[in-house]
């Protein structure tokens, strides 16, 4: 499938070029003429990159990168006639990756597209890693939150490091003796309670319903063990 470019460039004659050249490249393309134009096209589709002028009448380029980086990271590339120092400072910190001047080297433009999008595809796969999935579950390893449906889970500490321990190794058997030495960094002295409360209480955050759990089964006489589930 072709990756889709958004380009909001209110000269019609650079704006076609870059067309011509971004399809021939395998890439779909989608043209705006305004920074008006193209934030109400943004609002219906996100594209894997912006290419934005400048310099357009009535909202610019500064303005749009203002209202995208409200809600995307989407990569975005200024392509503009000015070359100073402070329009590259103010475009790069509003959020901008990458900055050409006209007149420009379509072979180079081409050339920074491929490795802005390449940048991004990487990043967004080392994103993904960070992120473990069990269902409608999600543990965000980078900032220690567990999601489900997307919405955040209000879990104590102790219930967040428990719950994780179970989403990283799903379908394994804990005893309560593992998970306490695990959790608590102590011997267990056959405290089950803690245990025992610890996961009624994150069951009543996962489970449909807590009295019957899919995720956390009780393994009698055993211990616990996480249901993979489909993501």
Not at 184 to 213: A, C
Request: aromatic share 6%; proline share 3%.
């Amino acid at each position: 499938m072709r990756k889709m470019i958004y380009i909001a460039e209110d000269d019609k004659e650079i704006n076609q070029l870059l067309s011509l050249h971004l399809w021939k490249e395998g890439y779909q393309v989608d043209q705006s003429y305004s920074g008006e134009e193209v934030l109400e096209k943004l609002e219906e589709r996100v594209p894997a990159l912006l290419l934005l002028d400048l310099m357009m009448p009535g909202v610019d380029g500064l303005q749009v990168i203002q209202r995208v980086r409200e809600h995307s990271r989407i990569p975005i590339m200024l392509l503009t006639a000015r070359g100073t120092d402070d329009d590259k400072v103010k475009g790069f910190g509003l959020g901008a990756d990458d900055y050409m001047v006209k007149p420009f080297s379509m072979l180079e433009l081409i050339s920074r597209v491929k490795a802005l999008l390449r940048r991004c595809t990487d990043y967004e796969k080392v994103k993904e890693e960070t992120i473990i999935r069990n269902g409608d579950l999600e543990f965000h390893t980078e900032n220690q939150i567990i999601t489900k449906n997307g919405l955040v889970l209000p879990l104590k500490p102790k219930e967040t490091q428990l719950l994780s321990i179970f989403m990283r190794n799903q379908n394994r058997l804990y005893t309560k003796a593992q998970l306490y030495e695990l959790v608590w960094n102590s011997d267990y002295l056959g405290d089950s309670n803690t245990i025992m409360v610890h996961i009624s209480r994150i069951r009543e955050q996962i489970e449909q319903n807590p009295k019957s759990p899919t995720y956390i089964k009780t393994i009698k006489g055993l211990g616990y063990r996480m249901v993979r589930h489909e993501n």
